[in-house]
């Protein structure tokens, strides 16, 4: 039986790494759209590499960029994918803010190109999976969030998203083509980028627990997030692409924290608890009491600052999702609570630090 063959948009990312794991797990032919720098950033799927010399695996990789139509058209002509999955984004909220037009480049014309070269190569049977977010609820009039909640945008990324949203519906309807939007909530992993909050906490407890001791910096510590794990989510956008029919989904867990939860949830894990001090952007933690001892930290010291530097222009305070429509069509629900989830992440940071 001839295997199917899948095209990964941002396959160097948190999001491609697992998914490319998961489609040759189940027999695909994965290919990979990758940028050419002058360092490779292939951390996330060296392990999928293998030498062609002595064995070829049913995974390539191929030099293009979502801002490039030619490349697109040429990758997708020599590929003939069955499915497409577009995860390729510039996909920080704050750097959206300073790189406003990259963002729209890649994140809602790269869909566009993708789109457009699907009708003119004749791609009428190739699936098309768009990586949506919940950033698109932005300033949410209600919780939780569903498919029928209005979209209030709060930042270029989520304006590019949107565009990308409604691109992918009109595609749909006008053209045929099987095109679906996953409306993801946030989701993490090992493999979360270090700029990325839940990481740069993650990373920052370990350090300051094991290692140079140095304080945490964040920003807005009340911003409630719907975190999953990213190697569950991936799993959904699989189901969503077998699905008998286009469509769009959210995906999320229907629970909420936020980020002063997930720094508390953090120390807790290695028995250590906190104690805030301060308002605003003078607030800071310290060591409240210490269940295992550790190194050289004591009560008192300070873990936390503010760094007013790391607040949005504009926040989003307030997300939480309801993927009923998800479990009910898809029979996709989270079964990874995040208590397991930071524990797989702390627990690969200390592997880091030790290494």
Not at 218 to 237: P, Q, V, Y
């Amino acid at each position: 039986m001839k295997k199917k063959v899948a095209l990964i948009t941002g396959i160097t990312g948190q999001d491609g790494s697992y998914l490319a794991e998961l489609l040759l797990k189940k027999g695909y032919f994965v290919h990979g759209l990758i940028r050419k720098s002058s360092s490779f950033n292939t951390q996330r799927i060296e392990h999928l590499f293998e030498d062609p010399h002595y064995r070829k695996r049913p995974f390539k990789l191929h030099y293009g960029d979502l801002t490039d139509a030619l490349s697109i058209s040429s990758i997708l002509n020599k590929t003939q994918p069955n499915e497409i999955y577009n995860l390729g984004a510039q996909s920080h909220v704050k750097v959206s803010f300073e790189t406003p037009e990259y963002t729209l480049m890649t994140d809602a014309l790269g869909t566009l190109r993708l789109l457009d070269t699907m009708l003119i190569l004749k791609l009428y049977k190739t699936k098309f999976y768009q990586a949506s977010t919940s950033e698109l609820f932005g300033k949410v009039d209600r919780t939780p969030q569903n498919e029928d909640t209005k979209f209030n945008p709060q930042s270029p990324y989520a304006l590019a998203k949107m565009y990308s949203y409604f691109l992918v519906k009109n595609y749909r309807n006008s053209h045929g083509l099987f095109c679906s939007n996953g409306i993801l909530f946030n989701h993490e992993s090992p493999r979360r980028g270090e700029t990325f909050v839940t990481r740069k906490i993650t990373r920052g407890v370990v350090d300051f627990l094991f290692g140079s001791g140095k304080k945490i910096f964040l920003g807005n510590l009340n911003s409630k997030r719907d975190w999953g794990h990213a190697k569950e989510f991936c799993e959904a956008m699989y189901k969503i692409m077998q699905f008998k029919k286009p469509d769009d989904f959210v995906i999320a867990t229907g629970k909420q924290y936020s980020v002063r939860e997930f720094l508390i949830k953090c120390f807790k894990y290695y028995g250590v608890e906190l104690k805030f001090y301060g308002k605003g952007i003078k607030e800071k933690a310290k060591i409240y009491k210490i269940k295992n001892e550790i190194s050289n930290k004591k009560v008192g010291d300070t873990v936390f600052e503010i760094d007013k530097n790391y607040f949005r222009p504009l926040e989003v305070d307030n997300l939480r999702g309801d993927y009923s429509k998800a479990k009910k069509l898809l029979n996709w629900k989270p079964k990874i609570s995040i208590d397991d989830l930071i524990k797989d992440m702390l627990d690969n940071d200390y592997r880091l630090l030790n290494k």
